[in-house]
């Protein structure tokens, strides 16, 4: 199937198609999902029902990474973090009656400025985000722009230089774990030299680099003791082995892949086209078959088993989320009126 986002039309015309085992895998995993397209700034939620994808578009500015927890979602945008907190008292009421199981109202913001936020996760009660531009890990504090909380140890000092483009983060046991970077440089945007070859995953706190050689890593994730990353400048999704830095590719995919989430053995993965600065990596050679959107890959056998394509409009995916046990969610942005002319107010009984 194909359609026109009329929530995305005011901006641009996004046009979507997607498989038909999509809506009928969500429906079976009681999952929705989260995408962000920080190229037009929107976050898209994707849920099934009757058979049928639906979606909607909300607007922010440059969202990037997200970050869910069942009473919150976080979103990471050019300037700030915005909070969703999710109201189920006021899902049961929200026209169609009885159609939506969580209700994420936007409430709260906190600016910390441009520093290229990229994966964010929830620490406790935490939020960590990777901040790309300070070549660090910070959380928030309402005193501050944010608090650094951990870099790379070849990174010699905190400056806002992009020195290796820090970007993915792993959290296991609910600490911070796994990193990826695309070099291990200590220069202004010295990743850029070694780009192709120079991408590594590093271990937190330690620092020790668990594997080097890879093309544009990102979104390390830890499931039933395995290692993935998403070695995107390859186009693979590969799994790794800590002690000897060894990987061996799970699948090959149609797109620079950044964004994963991995749900009852299932790695969701975000697609994007790639931009004419990452012609020397391997996928160059493939910029013609590339697609943006989202792969479904199962994990024991490699293979695909659903796709959603966005075939105009969009051209890069940076995240996906997987809300687990919420299978038709209501969202409402900061900017509601423009993205379903539906604001919400969330009020106090009494």
């Given at each position: 199937m194909s359609s026109s986002s009329q929530h995305a039309a005011e901006?641009?015309?996004?046009?979507?198609?997607?498989?038909?085992?999509?809506?009928?895998?969500?429906?079976?995993?009681?999952?929705?999902?989260?995408?962000?397209?920080?190229?037009?700034?929107?976050?898209?939620?994707?849920?099934?029902?009757?058979?049928?994808?639906?979606?909607?578009?909300?607007?922010?500015?440059?969202?990037?990474?997200?970050?869910?927890?069942?009473d919150c979602i976080a979103v990471c945008t050019?300037?700030?973090?915005?909070?969703?907190?999710?109201?189920?008292?006021?899902?049961?009421?929200?026209?169609?009656?009885?159609?939506?199981?969580?209700?994420?109202?936007?409430?709260?913001?906190?600016?910390?400025?441009?520093?290229?936020?990229?994966?964010?996760?929830?620490?406790?009660?935490?939020?960590?985000?990777?901040?790309?531009?300070?070549?660090?890990?910070?959380?928030?504090?309402?005193?501050?722009?944010?608090?650094?909380?951990?870099?790379?140890?070849?990174?010699?000092?905190?400056?806002?230089?992009?020195?290796?483009?820090?970007?993915?983060?792993?959290?296991?046991?609910?600490?911070?774990?796994?990193v990826t970077a695309l070099g291990e440089t200590d220069t202004h945007q010295g990743f850029r030299d070694v780009r192709e070859t120079g991408g590594c995953i590093m271990e937190v706190p330690s620092g020790r680099v668990v594997s080097r050689g890879l093309a544009g890593p990102h979104s390390p994730r830890v499931y039933n003791g395995g290692l993935f990353v998403l070695n995107a400048g390859h186009g693979r999704l590969e799994t790794v082995d800590p002690s000897t830095g060894s990987r061996k590719t799970i699948a090959d995919l149609q797109g620079f892949s950044r964004g994963m989430a991995i749900h009852r053995g299932l790695a969701f993965i975000g697609l994007s086209k790639i931009r004419s600065t990452w012609s020397g990596i391997p996928l160059a050679d493939r910029r013609e078959e590339l697609k943006c959107g989202l792969a479904v890959v199962d994990l024991h056998t490699g293979n695909h088993i659903a796709q959603f394509d966005i075939t105009a409009g969009v051209d890069e995916v940076f995240n996906v989320t997987v809300l687990p046990g919420i299978t038709a969610p209501f969202f409402s942005g900061p900017l509601a009126e423009q993205d379903s002319g539906q604001p919400m107010w969330a009020i106090p009984p009494g």
């Amino acid at each position: 199937m194909s359609s026109s986002s009329q929530h995305a039309a005011e901006y641009r015309d996004v046009r979507l198609s997607y498989s038909p085992s999509l809506p009928k895998l969500l429906t079976q995993l009681r999952i929705s999902l989260l995408i962000t397209t920080y190229q037009t700034g929107h976050l898209i939620v994707l849920h099934a029902r009757q058979n049928q994808l639906k979606y909607t578009f909300h607007q922010f500015e440059r969202a990037m990474g997200v970050a869910y927890r069942p009473d919150c979602i976080a979103v990471c945008t050019a300037r700030e973090v915005w909070f969703a907190r999710n109201a189920p008292e006021l899902a049961a009421n929200i026209e169609p009656l009885g159609r939506h199981d969580a209700c994420y109202l936007a409430r709260t913001t906190h600016f910390t400025g441009d520093i290229s936020a990229h994966e964010s996760a929830w620490v406790g009660n935490e939020l960590w985000i990777v901040n790309s531009l300070f070549s660090c890990l910070c959380s928030l504090h309402p005193y501050y722009s944010f608090v650094p909380r951990w870099r790379p140890p070849f990174i010699s000092t905190l400056v806002p230089e992009d020195r290796c483009h820090l970007n993915g983060l792993a959290i296991v046991n609910g600490q911070p774990k796994y990193v990826t970077a695309l070099g291990e440089t200590d220069t202004h945007q010295g990743f850029r030299d070694v780009r192709e070859t120079g991408g590594c995953i590093m271990e937190v706190p330690s620092g020790r680099v668990v594997s080097r050689g890879l093309a544009g890593p990102h979104s390390p994730r830890v499931y039933n003791g395995g290692l993935f990353v998403l070695n995107a400048g390859h186009g693979r999704l590969e799994t790794v082995d800590p002690s000897t830095g060894s990987r061996k590719t799970i699948a090959d995919l149609q797109g620079f892949s950044r964004g994963m989430a991995i749900h009852r053995g299932l790695a969701f993965i975000g697609l994007s086209k790639i931009r004419s600065t990452w012609s020397g990596i391997p996928l160059a050679d493939r910029r013609e078959e590339l697609k943006c959107g989202l792969a479904v890959v199962d994990l024991h056998t490699g293979n695909h088993i659903a796709q959603f394509d966005i075939t105009a409009g969009v051209d890069e995916v940076f995240n996906v989320t997987v809300l687990p046990g919420i299978t038709a969610p209501f969202f409402s942005g900061p900017l509601a009126e423009q993205d379903s002319g539906q604001p919400m107010w969330a009020i106090p009984p009494g």
